[in-house]
């Protein structure tokens, strides 16, 4: 079965900090993909990045940057220098390439930065 | 480009009435989804289809059911609401094989059941 752990409800930070989000999953296939979505108090979902099982390559993109590690399932998120903007709620997701191409979420990580 | 357009946004109903949310997409995507997002919770699959005329169960499939005539449009029903069924509901899109697997997400339809 596929499954996608986020282990931390919440974390509250003070704005400058960095802060990292953890995310474990579980898939038998060997092909899949893995995404994080962000969900800020308007509600709506933003796709942030996106990572196939065969780049394990880690991907930086301003504050922001993603440690993809096959060996331990892990596909972690961090946020450098945070800001109060960055207070939402984070998915990380993964998708399979057989059923529909469906995509499983985590439970989501809400962040508070405090200004 | 609208994108995935829901409607209604918010809507209130009362046990046992019945109603549909509406998912259109205009980016011409095979593969259409329906989620729901409980408070505090991440997104569960209600139902998923990969092409006109194909639909699938997802997670949650209990109490609702789903059509896909076209491929623009992927209609979610609620025969029968229940208080259990008040969630945000969202529908998605995406054209796999592109390499650009990402997820286009609608708005959300609020719904509350009393």
């Known amino acids: 079965a596929q499954k996608v752990t986020q282990a931390q409800t919440e974390i509250s930070v003070v704005e400058k900090e960095d802060v990292t989000l953890d995310c474990v999953y579980e898939?038998?296939?060997?092909?899949?993909?893995l995404f994080w979505y962000k969900q800020p108090p308007s509600g709506e979902l933003v796709f942030l990045i996106r990572?196939?099982?065969?780049?394990?390559q880690n991907e930086i993109s301003g504050r922001y940057s993603w440690n993809f590690q096959k060996s331990t399932s892990s596909f972690n998120f961090t946020i450098t220098a945070s800001q109060v903007v960055d207070s939402a709620v984070y998915f990380c997701?993964?998708?399979?390439?057989?059923?529909?191409?469906?995509?499983?979420f985590g439970a989501g990580t809400r962040l508070f930065v405090k200004a | 480009n609208a994108g995935v357009t829901q409607t209604p946004k918010f809507r209130i109903l009362k046990i046992g009435q019945s109603m549909t949310l509406q998912c259109t997409q205009d980016m011409n995507h095979n593969y259409m989804y329906w989620y729901r997002q409980d408070p505090g919770m991440g997104l569960k699959l209600i139902y998923y289809s990969v092409g006109a005329g194909i639909t699938d169960k997802g997670e949650v499939p209990n109490g609702y059911n789903v059509s896909r005539s076209t491929t623009e449009d992927f209609p979610l029903r609620l025969e029968l609401a229940a208080p259990s069924q008040t969630s945000v509901y969202f529908c998605?899109?995406?054209?796999f094989g592109t390499g650009d697997e990402k997820l286009f997400f609608g708005s959300g339809t609020q719904l509350s059941v009393l």
């Open positions: 998605a899109s995406r054209n």
């Open positions: 990572r196939n099982s065969f780049d394990e």
């Open positions: 898939t038998r296939d060997t092909t899949y993909y």
């Open positions: 997701a993964l998708s399979l390439n057989t059923g529909g191409f469906k995509t499983i």
